[in-house]
């Protein structure tokens, strides 16, 4: 398929690719029909499909001229998740399998699920959330809406605006104190990597979360990050699960084709360390161990890692990767780091296919730029790094590998020729990144966080 061929939709009448929903079990569940809400034809739909709220992964169904009926949904929703239903509803004292309804689920005793997400609430650690953003304040503004929804009770907004151009970005981070607990911060010099490190500077001591503002959080989020922390005492990160808010346009499903934010993650709990290396490389994240988008770190873990590496990130020539190369950094230092498919954030993908060609460059750019800074800092581990080459190589070109198993026959060659051109441009790039912040400042490889300056320290916006 060429990318100039693909026609975008364009009101009603249209046809999108797919409309996103939950389904929630434990409710009536909805006839689906044909066409959106705009009124354009729905070819599918991408169910994000939960009980009890805890989600139990994501259906895929073609969507009919007449739409789907409730029974037909009930029947597809039990082909593939009938024994995790069962195994849940059991636990709660319900009925056996083979009696299982689907749709209004409802059980006599407590739910473990939520018995102890209410157990981990009564108890909950604070956490600070922060959210970098450059000039993207309707995006941010609906990101802090989902933010102030969270059902957590000990939460604080902390928004650092990256080399702001106007003072946009300020003016909805003060509407959003006005509702709740959200502080202002800046970063004057732009790059991602700097804007992180300055709210780890800004925030000594606390549990931070990352979202990006291009990002709506669940409303149970941070609920499940806490249970994370709680179940898992030594886990320096914890990583959520990141699903499409919409999937609108073919930009966007080529996107999910190619992986998403998960690779191939999916929604079974894990947990990286020491222990688990012989299965999965600290220095191979494929699938990901996390993504910056969706990662809390407990305090100290950043600062032990040196921060974030300025010459990666958004806003550098690497334009990525300051994340992966984090979490390579905690599991490479004994570090633990735990997946928890529970804690959800929808993000809305790339609509336009330039977008996405450059997000497929920069992915690939981002990945070796942050394996040349590991070499750069430690030449020893250029040694097992080519022991992973053929690894590498099979997930490059092989049909089945989780690179490429959910691409089909029509996914456009020249999205993957321009993930490979990133990865041929990327150790170039981190050392165009790395010289020029010495030249401007005379600073080294890889500083520490940065302080916090007169000009860009922490200003509390909320309401006294």
Request: proline share 9%; aromatic share 6%.
């Amino acid at each position: 398929m060429s990318l100039a061929s693909v026609v975008e939709p364009t009101g009603a009448g249209a046809r999108v690719p797919a409309v996103v929903r939950d389904l929630e079990l434990s409710e009536a569940l909805p006839a689906i029909p044909a066409t959106d809400p705009a009124g354009r034809r729905a070819d599918r739909i991408w169910l994000l499909v939960r009980l009890f709220t805890e989600p139990l992964g994501f259906a895929v169904l073609d969507v009919p001229d007449g739409g789907l009926a409730p029974e037909q949904l009930a029947g597809a929703v039990l082909a593939r998740f009938g024994p995790a239903i069962a195994e849940r509803v059991a636990a709660a004292g319900g009925i056996a399998d083979g009696q299982l309804p689907v749709g209004g689920i409802t059980v006599p005793g407590p739910v473990p699920f939520l018995a102890r997400r209410e157990e981990v609430l009564r108890d909950a650690p604070p956490i600070t959330v922060v959210v970098c953003t450059r000039e993207r304040p309707e995006q941010l503004a609906a990101c802090l809406d989902s933010l102030l929804d969270q059902a957590y009770p000990r939460l604080r907004v902390l928004v650092v605006d990256n080399a702001p151009a106007t003072d946009a970005t300020a003016r909805v981070a003060r509407a959003a104190a006005e509702r709740g607990p959200v502080d202002y911060l800046v970063e004057p010099v732009p790059g991602l990597s700097r804007a992180r490190n300055r709210a780890v500077a800004s925030a000594p001591g606390e549990i931070l979360a990352w979202i990006d503002d291009d990002e709506r959080a669940d409303r149970y989020w941070l609920a499940e990050v806490a249970r994370a922390l709680a179940d898992h005492p030594d886990a320096s990160v914890v990583s959520g699960v990141i699903v499409p808010a919409e999937l609108e346009t073919q930009a966007q499903l080529l996107f999910e084709q190619f992986g998403g934010h998960s690779k191939g993650r999916g929604f079974t709990p894990d947990v990286f360390g020491p222990a688990t290396a012989h299965r999965q490389s600290p220095l191979y994240p494929l699938p990901p161990f996390g993504t910056g988008a969706n990662m809390t770190f407990r305090p100290g873990v950043i600062e032990r890692i040196g921060g974030f590496d300025r010459a990666l990130g958004a806003g550098t020539p690497a334009m990525g990767s300051e994340d992966t190369l984090a979490f390579t950094q905690v599991l490479r230092k004994g570090g633990t780091i735990v997946y928890q498919p529970s804690a959800i954030c929808r993000h809305y993908h790339r609509r336009d296919l330039d977008g996405l060609r450059r997000q497929m460059r920069g992915y690939g750019c981002g990945l070796t730029a942050a394996y040349t800074s590991l070499v750069l800092h430690n030449p020893l581990v250029l040694f097992p790094l080519l022991r992973l080459i053929p690894t590498a190589l099979r997930d490059l070109n092989g049909d089945d590998s989780l690179r490429n198993a959910g691409l089909d026959e029509n996914f456009p060659a020249e999205l993957m020729s321009a993930n490979r051109r990133g990865m041929l441009a990327g150790p170039l790039a981190y050392l165009r990144g790395l010289l020029a912040p010495r030249r401007a400042t005379g600073l080294g490889r890889r500083a520490a966080p940065d302080a916090p300056s007169q000009t860009s320290r922490t200003q509390t916006m909320r309401r006294t």
